[in-house]
């Protein structure tokens, strides 16, 4: 219920100090903030404070959905497989999600909401800073290789992005209304965001575990990225 601040000003004119005061108790009181709430996730533990119930849900489903992935059956040749997966060798273990969870629990310790000019942001200091389009603009694909990514920027020095190179002939699957030419959303080494969001774009590819067709798109779209 907002404040009538004419009726407050009249309060302060007609009634008495301390019948005004009560007043302006209860037109506070009724004022609608927005609580703060500590969830748990995981093992290792990662808090979230500041986001709404359905936000909450929305982490929660998201980190689900992580730790529920299982490679299955191959849905493309072996041997394919032998030559793109670089996900062991990244990753350092077997592609899976209770590892993955705890790879991503151990590197983000904290899930903060803030109203950011960008989806999330990770400064390298183990905290990650989610605004309102991770949960109104990405399916469940992109907020899964957005944790991955986000994950690989708290090792080392954050492994920073360079500007993609002019003449960048390559465009944003997730973002098609950006061109990337000359805007920091490339990498010039082989071990960094894109190379792990890649990596693990692969094996989601490779074993049939979202539509394969979006899939190898923002693989194709991330491996892009990598300027060797």
């Known amino acids: 219920m907002p404040i009538n601040i004419t009726i407050y000003k009249k309060c302060l004119e007609t009634i008495p100090t301390v019948l005004c ?8 009181s009724c004022v609608k903030t927005t609580p703060i709430r500590k969830v748990t996730l995981g093992q290792p533990q990662i808090q979230i404070s500041g986001f709404s119930e359905e936000q909450s849900q929305v982490i929660k489903k998201t980190f689900l959905q992580l730790k529920s992935l299982a490679p299955g059956r191959l849905k493309i040749k072996k041997e394919t497989y032998k030559r793109l997966s670089r996900f062991d060798s990244l990753f350092g ?4 999600g209770e590892q993955l969870n705890n790879w991503v629990s151990q590197k983000i310790k904290t899930l903060s909401y803030g109203n950011t000019w960008t989806v999330a942001i990770n400064q390298n200091q183990e905290t990650l800073v989610i605004g309102d389009q991770f949960f109104t603009q990405l399916t469940d694909l992109e907020r899964l290789y957005l944790l991955i990514h986000e994950a690989r920027h708290s090792d ?13 002939p390559f465009v944003s699957s997730g973002q098609p209304e950006m061109d990337l030419e000359n805007i920091f959303a490339c990498d010039a080494v082989k071990d960094g ?11 989601l590819f490779a074993y049939g575990l979202f539509e394969q067709r979006e899939v190898g798109l923002v693989y194709n779209s991330s491996v892009s990225r990598i300027i060797k």
Do not use: R
């Open 156 to 168: 080392g020095d954050g492994f920073k992005h360079i500007k993609c190179p002019n003449g960048f």
């Open 21 to 28: 005061v009560f007043f302006s108790l209860f037109l506070f």
């Open 93 to 96: 273990f077997p592609f899976g």
């Open 193 to 203: 965001a894109y190379a792990f969001q890649s990596a693990f774009l692969f094996e």
